[in-house]
């Protein structure tokens, strides 16, 4: 389908489901990428992430996007604005926690269009700097975000405690 027919757009309660699906989605590819570090996807996990996105809709500093295409959602974002963190040396930012695009609709460009919405939006509500993290093992949203001008800041490590 054409990316013309695609409709980003503020998610609204009646997301939730879809919402749920793709965050288990989410926590479940994060888990393949590194089993230690990531945790596992639960039967509870797609509710429970439903649940959680639909209770931060409508939160003022909380921006929660969907890309729909014929009555279908296929893909979100989920971003806040933030203070200043000291535990990680930050003024005030726009922070983007999710960005999901369902697998076999990736390369299309909903990725990009739902980024620029989500930037965007942040932007408007004043973010002076966005920022974000991505699994080390997904190289396909590591170019998208630097295509669009994100620079490397921070590298995580993960050590475990044996036993």
């Given at each position: 389908?054409?990316?013309?027919?695609?409709?980003?757009?503020?998610?609204?309660?009646?997301?939730?489901?879809?919402?749920?699906?793709?965050?288990?989605?989410?926590?479940?590819?994060?888990?393949?990428f590194d089993?230690?570090?990531?945790?596992?996807?639960?039967p509870?996990?797609?509710?429970?992430?439903?649940?959680?996105?639909?209770s931060?809709?409508?939160?003022p500093?909380?921006?929660?996007?969907?890309?729909?295409?014929?009555?279908a959602?296929?893909?979100?974002?989920?971003?806040?604005?933030?203070?200043?963190?000291?535990?990680?040396?930050?003024g005030?930012?726009?922070?983007?926690?999710?960005?999901?695009v369902?697998?076999?609709?990736?390369?299309?460009?909903?990725?990009?269009?739902?980024?620029?919405?989500?930037?965007?939006?942040?932007?408007?509500?004043g973010a002076?700097?966005?920022?974000?993290?991505?699994?080390?093992?997904?190289?396909?949203?590591?170019?998208?975000?630097?295509?669009?001008?994100?620079?490397?800041?921070?590298?995580?490590m993960?050590?475990?405690?044996?036993?």
């Open positions: 389908m054409a990316l013309s027919t695609i409709t980003i757009r503020p998610a609204t309660a009646s997301d939730a489901p879809a919402l749920g699906r793709m965050g288990a989605m989410l926590v479940a590819l994060h888990h393949q089993p230690e570090r990531f945790m596992e996807a639960t509870n996990t797609q509710r429970g992430y439903g649940d959680f996105l639909g931060q809709l409508g939160k500093d909380v921006i929660v996007l969907v890309a729909e295409q014929a009555g959602v296929v893909g979100y974002s989920y971003a806040g604005l933030e203070g200043n963190d000291y535990m990680v040396l930050r005030p930012a726009g922070v983007v926690y999710d960005l999901l369902e697998p076999e609709r990736r390369g299309e460009g909903i990725g990009r269009l739902l980024l620029d919405a989500v930037l965007a939006a942040l932007v408007e509500r002076p700097r966005v920022v974000l993290s991505t699994a080390e093992r997904n190289p396909g949203a590591q170019k998208l975000f630097a295509e669009k001008g994100f620079r490397r800041t921070m590298v995580e993960t050590w475990e405690a044996e036993g």
